[in-house]
């Protein structure tokens, strides 16, 4: 047995979203990000009519996509907060449209209660929330009360401040802290163990040495006894290494995603579905020789 196989041996069998449940030691779980915003630093604007939104969606699937989810508010570096009113327009139309479509878990990122509430009532399965369950934990009760699943993802600071000189003493360990804390948090509030996911937020308020230790020692997070979800997919870390734009990363993209595949991450989030499904199912069969 390998150091990492017995650290994925703390990781749980499975995650439990509403009527869903995901085997996380079976495979691994690919995301289809789809923003249905206009100023998403990878795809604003090209989603944002609900027709084409579904579409995507749709493709998505087809192209290897366990998971879709839905974003209505940008949080890019320096990006402005919108209303729950407006996060709402954004995606119920293409929420409501998708829904009958598929049979797959539908996740929204989002950390508004009141529109947690909403996209959980039109059939949403997961909140993945980029604020990591904090201030009065009204977002974690609206996930307990409906049974859906819960991601809790690390960032330093607000999309409008993250990356004005963030530092660490210890990434690793400060994350992992956090994200101990934001679960025992959510914990209390009534979520299910089994239906929370940990993400250390890759980009959100870290460096590129941040992000690159984070993935070189992503297996120190086993620990917290939760499937781990990494989502590098375009984002500034690869842009960083490679000097690349952001519609060329996506060979940076998958040497991210291989890194956090052999190291037991359970769920990738992706842009682009079909290569990564390729390229996550060669993992896995490597990983279970």
Partial sequence: MTVIDSLTQQTPFN???????????????????????????????????????????MRMVEEGADIVE????????????????????????VLRGLRPRVTIPVAVDTYKPDVARVALEEGADIINDVYGVRG???????????????????????????????????????VSDFLADRVAFAERMGVDPQSIIIDPGLGFGKRSRDNLALLRHLAAFHRL???????????????????????????????????????????VRVHEVRPCAQLVKMLDAIRRA
């Avoid at 508010?73 to 139309?93: C, H, K, M, N």
């Avoid at 979800?229 to 060979?251: C, H, T």
């Avoid at 993209?253 to 291989?258: E, L, W, Y």
């Fill in 136 to 174: 009065e934990g009204r977002l974690a009760a609206v996930v307990a009360e409906r049974g859906a699943g819960l991601v809790i993802m690390h960032m330093k600071g607000t999309p409008q401040n993250m990356q004005i000189e963030p530092h660490y003493d210890d990434v690793v360990g400060e």
């Fill in 225 to 267: 006894g939760k499937p781990i979800m990494v989502g590098p997919s375009r984002k500034s870390l690869v842009g960083e290494v490679l000097k690349l734009p952001v519609e060329q990363r996506q060979y940076g993209t998958a040497a991210c995603v291989s890194a956090a595949v052999l190291q037991g991450a359970a769920f």
């Fill in 15 to 57: 995650f439990r979203c509403r009527d869903h449940l995901l085997d996380v030691q079976q495979k691994t779980w690919i995301v289809g990000v789809l923003n249905v915003t206009p100023d998403s630093f990878s795809d604003g604007g090209r989603f944002v009519e609900p027709e084409a939104a579904a579409d995507q969606a």
């Fill in 70 to 93: 839905l974003g209505g508010e940008s949080t890019r570096p320096g990006a402005l907060p919108v209303s729950a009113d407006e996060e709402i327009r954004r995606i119920l139309p």
